[in-house]
């Protein structure tokens, strides 16, 4: 604590408001506090800090408030701020989607039913929010099973008449487009439609058994196989947002569930009673927080551009500030909205639903993070192992050599940094002073070029050292690329695979090293190996295209592509070039006595 902090502290008002920690003048962590001298003063006084305010009282240099009048008040400067600033030690949701709508303009004389974004006061009926784009895409995919409405965007009706579409030929739309059915018609699909997205399944399924026994009893099955199909499509569709309670209810239910590291929140969505979906949102670091701030913290963020629901039940909360968080998402709904921290009952059941999820997602993120950590680090630590390094490699460079019986031979070098992949370090090289299909001689001149830009830079521009070289070959070709390596200055650990059973070679070592294949260090050499000989390949690739294509008229030095356009355009063919005069080049169109001059050199090489 330095002097300026220890002077601040002494005139700290008992007054609400928020603080901004500072560190080097950038604020790092804003909070909030019925009273400032009490809140601000323990982190420097008090000793039993989590881990994380540890960490963020280390690197404060310095402090400023704002006063306010209610905590409430100080609750609305914070969320503001935070938002503002985004400061590293406060909880930050990276998640800014908007969850979808359905869209109903009942205006219309023939609405059609359109995804929205948003929910705007235009007079049209939504419905949802509907949680991810998997709700969406199988409510709308039922609908046009169910109801023949159109998907078109002609701006109905029109003077002129369009053909009948695809969809009306197979019963998927009515067509008003082309007056195949009156506005009462469409309009008696369309309330079906609402009564549907409104939750009234039961009236809708209901005609539609009146209509397949019906069917049935006609003898007309196709039909009433149809009708039995869209009654599926519907019990589907009720199965994957079954209720867990009787009544209409709209809640947002929130829950925490956390380790020795992190923690994961959960919030599920109830609307007209029934579970549309849910969202897990991983929040690292906090883990050793105190739960009720950690969970105020995030349903601040989590509503910042969201609107509440008109219940929001949580597990536990700090009794100070629940009802200052209540009044503050009755502002943000612009209605009545109710805060509840459930007991027993069915609330409380929802509750303890939702931490199941959110434990079930922490565990989740975990275990991936797990496989993603031995593919990668957990990788390149037994890589070490294997081959003997002390250190562990973050930088793995991996060399491939590529051409066509000798032709446009090229090499490629990928990098992988800490077992991952790093696109942006990859280079091409086009092999320069090897004639024909020399891998050997090939290799020694990339691995002599790579260095070199380490150790002596040509053009300023100095490329890192590797921890760790890899070549697709045998021990002849680790030769050849590490001789190269030490001629250029520099001395990095190198080995070489061969592909015949994965064998791995080191310099000055006879016997190969063969590893288990289930083993994440053969699988990260082969994921670099691979890698190396796709670029290399696809690179040579677009040369070899590239040359097919060539014209032998780029060979002619001061020719342009202008001059090669006209010069055929003129004469037609490359022969006709060849066989022409100097008379006949100069009254070719672009063409002087420099550029005929050039030609004629050229078309007459020995003359």
Same mark, same amino acid.
């Given at each position: 604590? *330095?002097?300026?902090?220890?002077?601040?502290?002494?005139?700290?008002?008992?007054?609400?408001?928020?603080?901004?920690?500072?560190?080097?003048?950038?604020?790092?962590?804003?909070?909030?506090?019925?009273?400032?001298?009490?809140?601000?003063?323990?982190?420097?006084?008090?000793?039993?800090?989590?881990?994380?305010?540890?960490?963020?009282?280390?690197?404060?240099?310095?402090?400023?408030?704002?006063?306010?009048?209610?905590?409430?008040?100080?609750?609305?400067?914070?969320?503001? !701020?935070?938002?503002?600033? &985004?400061?590293?030690?406060?909880?930050? @949701?990276?998640?800014?989607?908007? $969850?979808?709508?359905?869209?109903?303009?009942?205006?219309?004389?023939?609405? =059609?039913?359109?995804?929205?974004?948003? &929910?705007?006061?235009?007079?049209?009926?939504?419905?949802?929010?509907?949680?991810?784009?998997?709700?969406?895409?199988?409510?709308?995919?039922?609908?046009?099973?169910?109801?023949?409405? =159109?998907?078109?965007?002609?701006?109905?009706?029109?003077?002129?008449?369009?053909?009948?579409?695809?969809? $009306?030929?197979?019963?998927?739309?009515?067509?008003?487009?082309?007056?195949?059915?009156?506005?009462?018609?469409?309009?008696?699909?369309?309330?079906?439609?609402?009564?549907?997205?409104?939750?009234? $399944?039961?009236?809708?399924?209901?005609?539609?058994?009146?209509?397949?026994?019906?069917?049935?009893?006609? @003898?007309?099955?196709?039909?009433?196989? =149809?009708?039995?199909?869209?009654? *599926?499509?519907?019990?589907?569709?009720?199965?994957?947002?079954?209720?867990?309670?009787?009544?209409?209810?709209?809640?947002?239910?929130?829950?925490?569930?956390?380790?020795?590291?992190?923690?994961?929140?959960?919030?599920?969505?109830?609307?007209?009673?029934?579970?549309?979906?849910?969202?897990?949102?991983? @929040?690292?670091?906090?883990?050793?927080?105190?739960?009720?701030?950690?969970?105020?913290?995030?349903?601040?963020?989590?509503?910042?551009? =969201?609107?509440?629901?008109?219940?929001?039940?949580?597990?536990?909360?700090?009794?100070?500030?629940?009802?200052?968080?209540? %009044?503050?998402?009755?502002?943000?709904?612009?209605?009545?909205?109710?805060?509840?921290?459930?007991?027993?009952?069915?609330?409380?059941?929802?509750?303890?639903?939702?931490?199941? *999820?959110?434990?079930? %997602?922490?565990?989740?993120?975990? /275990?991936?993070?797990?496989?993603?950590?031995?593919?990668?680090?957990?990788?390149?630590?037994?890589?070490?192992? /294997?081959?003997?390094?002390? *250190?562990?490699?973050?930088?793995?460079?991996?060399?491939?050599?590529?051409?066509?019986?000798?032709?446009?031979?090229? /090499?490629?070098?990928?990098?992988?940094?800490?077992? +991952?992949?790093?696109?942006?370090?990859?280079?091409?090289?086009?092999?320069?002073?090897?004639?024909?299909?020399?891998?050997?001689?090939?290799?020694?001149?990339?691995?002599?070029?790579?260095?070199?830009?380490?150790?002596?830079?040509?053009?300023?521009?100095?490329?890192?050292?590797?921890?760790?070289?890899?070549?697709?070959?045998?021990?002849?070709?680790?030769?050849?690329?590490?001789?190269?390596?030490?001629?250029?200055?520099?001395?990095?650990?190198?080995?070489?695979?061969?592909?015949?059973?994965?064998?791995?070679?080191?310099?000055?070592?006879?016997?190969?090293?063969? !590893?288990?294949?289930?083993?994440?260090?053969?699988?990260?050499?082969?994921?670099?190996?691979?890698?190396?000989?796709?670029?290399?390949?696809?690179?040579?690739?677009?040369?070899?295209?590239?040359?097919?294509?060539?014209?032998?008229?780029?060979?002619?030095?001061?020719?342009?592509?202008?001059?090669?356009?006209?010069?055929?355009?003129?004469?037609?063919?490359?022969?006709?070039?060849?066989? +022409?005069?100097?008379?006949?080049?100069?009254?070719?169109?672009?063409?002087?006595?420099?550029?005929?001059?050039?030609?004629?050199?050229?078309?007459?090489?020995?003359?």
């Amino acid at each position: 604590m *330095n002097d300026q902090i220890a002077r601040k502290l002494r005139l700290l008002p008992d007054s609400p408001g928020c603080y901004q920690m500072k560190e080097n003048g950038k604020i790092i962590y804003v909070g909030k506090a019925i009273n400032l001298k009490n809140r601000v003063r323990s982190y420097f006084h008090g000793r039993d800090h989590t881990p994380k305010v540890a960490a963020m009282v280390s690197h404060i240099d310095d402090f400023d408030i704002i006063l306010c009048r209610t905590n409430l008040e100080a609750l609305i400067l914070e969320c503001n !701020l935070i938002k503002l600033h &985004q400061p590293y030690y406060n909880i930050l @949701l990276k998640d800014d989607k908007h $969850y979808p709508y359905i869209r109903l303009d009942l205006k219309d004389m023939f609405p =059609r039913v359109t995804l929205a974004r948003r &929910q705007e006061s235009d007079g049209a009926r939504y419905f949802g929010p509907y949680i991810g784009a998997t709700a969406v895409k199988d409510v709308l995919d039922t609908l046009r099973k169910l109801f023949p409405m =159109r998907t078109c965007k002609h701006n109905l009706p029109e003077k002129k008449l369009q053909r009948p579409c695809i969809n $009306y030929e197979i019963g998927r739309c009515l067509g008003p487009c082309c007056n195949k059915c009156t506005k009462e018609e469409y309009r008696q699909v369309v309330d079906r439609v609402v009564q549907f997205l409104g939750g009234k $399944y039961q009236e809708i399924t209901a005609d539609l058994r009146r209509d397949m026994q019906s069917a049935a009893m006609k @003898l007309e099955f196709e039909k009433a196989a =149809r009708i039995r199909d869209q009654l *599926n499509d519907i019990e589907g569709l009720m199965q994957r947002q079954q209720a867990i309670q009787v009544s209409g209810a709209e809640q947002d239910v929130f829950a925490l569930w956390g380790d020795d590291m992190d923690c994961m929140a959960q919030v599920m969505y109830v609307r007209r009673g029934r579970i549309v979906g849910g969202d897990s949102f991983a @929040l690292p670091g906090e883990g050793r927080e105190d739960r009720g701030e950690v969970l105020f913290d995030f349903i601040l963020q989590f509503y910042d551009e =969201r609107k509440p629901a008109r219940e929001v039940l949580c597990p536990h909360l700090p009794d100070e500030i629940a009802g200052d968080l209540e %009044a503050w998402l009755r502002q943000k709904r612009q209605g009545a909205c109710t805060l509840v921290i459930p007991k027993r009952g069915d609330k409380r059941a929802l509750v303890l639903l939702s931490e199941k *999820n959110a434990r079930d %997602a922490l565990q989740k993120r975990n /275990a991936k993070q797990q496989v993603q950590h031995e593919r990668t680090i957990g990788a390149c630590e037994s890589l070490a192992k /294997a081959i003997g390094l002390q *250190n562990t490699p973050r930088r793995i460079e991996g060399f491939d050599i590529s051409n066509t019986q000798g032709a446009l031979s090229v /090499a490629s070098m990928v990098v992988f940094l800490d077992g +991952a992949p790093a696109p942006k370090e990859y280079r091409h090289y086009r092999i320069k002073t090897v004639e024909g299909a020399n891998d050997f001689a090939s290799m020694n001149e990339v691995l002599g070029r790579r260095f070199k830009r380490s150790m002596n830079p040509e053009s300023g521009e100095k490329w890192p050292l590797p921890d760790l070289v890899l070549i697709d070959g045998g021990p002849e070709q680790l030769a050849f690329a590490r001789k190269a390596m030490l001629d250029a200055g520099a001395d990095v650990p190198m080995f070489g695979l061969a592909e015949r059973l994965e064998a791995i070679y080191l310099p000055g070592r006879e016997e190969p090293i063969l !590893l288990d294949h289930h083993t994440p260090a053969l699988h990260l050499i082969q994921r670099i190996r691979d890698e190396a000989h796709r670029f290399a390949i696809t690179h040579h690739r677009g040369l070899r295209e590239k040359n097919a294509t060539r014209s032998v008229l780029e060979d002619i030095p001061g020719i342009g592509a202008a001059r090669r356009r006209a010069l055929l355009q003129y004469f037609k063919s490359v022969k006709a070039i060849r066989e +022409a005069d100097m008379d006949a080049l100069l009254a070719c169109p672009k063409m002087n006595k420099t550029a005929a001059e050039a030609v004629w050199q050229w078309a007459h090489p020995q003359g």
